[in-house]
């Protein structure tokens, strides 16, 4: 059960093979892993158990729980044009959270924090639009 969820579409033109290598490199960078999926680049980062161990006050970013998903697919209609979809959530588990810690996973899940990896990423894919 997520209790914090982030999700962003991106239209990008001319998208290059190298874009899902410099979103790994994104998403290493803050403490996540990707592997491609059936549904897309699945993203996994944090850890649950060492986050219950420390406590949620004490817990560095990089290890609160997390999921997500990068999806990308052909814009109909367009050329070399590309719809990307990225869903993020907590992956905190049972218990309650406080409003400290829903400030924290809306630090790491939050738009700018993603926007800046997503400008990162985007490099590879020359122009891009946001939606």
Do not use: C
């Not at 897309?40 to 970013?61: H, I, N, V, Y």
């Not at 729980?65 to 999806?71: A, E, I």
């Not at 588990?93 to 939050?110: E, V």
């Amino acid at each position: 059960m997520a209790r914090v969820e982030v999700d962003r579409t991106w239209l990008a033109r001319n998208v290059s093979a190298g874009l899902d290598a410099a979103v790994v490199r994104v998403l290493h960078d803050h403490g996540m892993t990707a592997n491609p999926g059936p549904e897309g680049l699945e993203m996994r980062g944090g850890s649950q158990a060492k986050m219950r161990f420390l406590g949620g006050a004490m817990t560095k970013d990089s290890i609160l729980p997390r999921r997500g998903v990068l999806k990308r697919s052909p814009e109909s209609g367009q050329v070399d044009v590309e719809r990307i979809a990225l869903h993020l959530e907590d992956r905190m588990g049972f218990g309650l959270m406080d409003p400290g810690m829903r400030k924290k996973y809306d630090r790491i899940l939050g738009a700018a924090h993603w926007k800046r990896g997503h400008r990162a990423a985007s490099h590879f894919g020359r122009s891009s639009i946001s939606i």
